[in-house]
């Protein structure tokens, strides 16, 4: 017995790119949110998520050498 | 290494009047993809005097080769960029690649007849459009370039029938 195969994300089986990109783990609710916005507010909400992982990326460079220090 | 700003960046090409194309993420960021990009990507005019206008205007935020060696002798003006074509650089505001061609499309005058008018933060700037955009990131076919395919061309149809 064999087992069929899973659907791949270029499956002619999904028939729209919105099926296709849920498929592969978007989440479709933010393009849709985004595309309420004008570009200039895009951007801006692009800034805020690039600031907001950059400042994570300082924390947890912290964070690693208080633990290499404590070790 | 500095933390990109793009509404500077953005601000600095505009105002410099330079003759450019802005692609790779951010022009996905202004088509409305959700991925955080690190820099700004452009492609530009190689015609000498957009050349020397880009050179003027990156002149004040003091451009360096981004990842290469801080003793490595470099400045960006004019016979430096003509006798090269892409350069990845580092800025007092952020990371900026500057191209010369895009794949598939070739040099600033192919990629030019692919975008679009964006109005960001005030001014009137190039964007590579979002179907070109796609054609670009398949033929630069790094896994990186291809994972963000499927957002990009669910846009493209969101874009072409908005939900209700």
């Known amino acids: 017995m064999t087992t069929p195969l899973a659907p791949s ?29 004008t570009p200039t507010e895009r951007v801006r909400r692009g800034q805020a998520m690039l600031d907001s992982v950059i400042a994570l990326q300082a924390e947890i460079k912290v964070w690693r050498f208080r633990q290499a220090q404590s070790a | 290494m500095s933390v990109t700003n793009f509404q500077r960046l953005l601000a600095l090409f505009a105002e410099s009047n330079a003759d450019c194309v802005i692609i790779g993420g951010l022009a996905a960021m202004v088509h409305g993809s959700a ?18 206008k880009i050179c003027q205007a990156l002149a004040t935020v003091h451009p360096k080769l981004r990842g290469a060696p801080a003793d490595i002798p470099f400045r960006l003006d004019p016979p430096t960029m003509l006798a090269g074509l892409n350069f990845t650089l580092d800025t007092d505001i952020g990371a900026l690649d500057l191209l010369g ?64």
């Open chain 1, 9 to 37: 994300v270029e499956s002619p089986l999904t028939t729209s790119a919105v099926e296709r990109a849920i498929a592969f783990g978007i989440d479709i609710t933010l393009l849709v949110e985004n595309l309420r916005l």
């Open chain 2, 35 to 52: 991925y955080v990009t690190y820099d700004v990507d452009v492609c530009y005019n190689r015609a000498p005097t957009n050349v020397e």
């Open chain 2, 101 to 164: 061609e895009v794949s598939p499309f070739g040099e600033f005058s192919q990629v030019v007849q692919h975008a679009e008018e964006a109005e960001l933060f005030g001014y009137q700037v190039r964007v590579l459009s979002l179907e070109a955009l796609i054609e670009a990131k398949r033929a630069a076919g790094r896994q990186k370039d291809l994972l963000v395919i499927p957002e990009l061309e669910a846009l493209l149809e969101l874009r072409k029938h908005p939900p209700e």
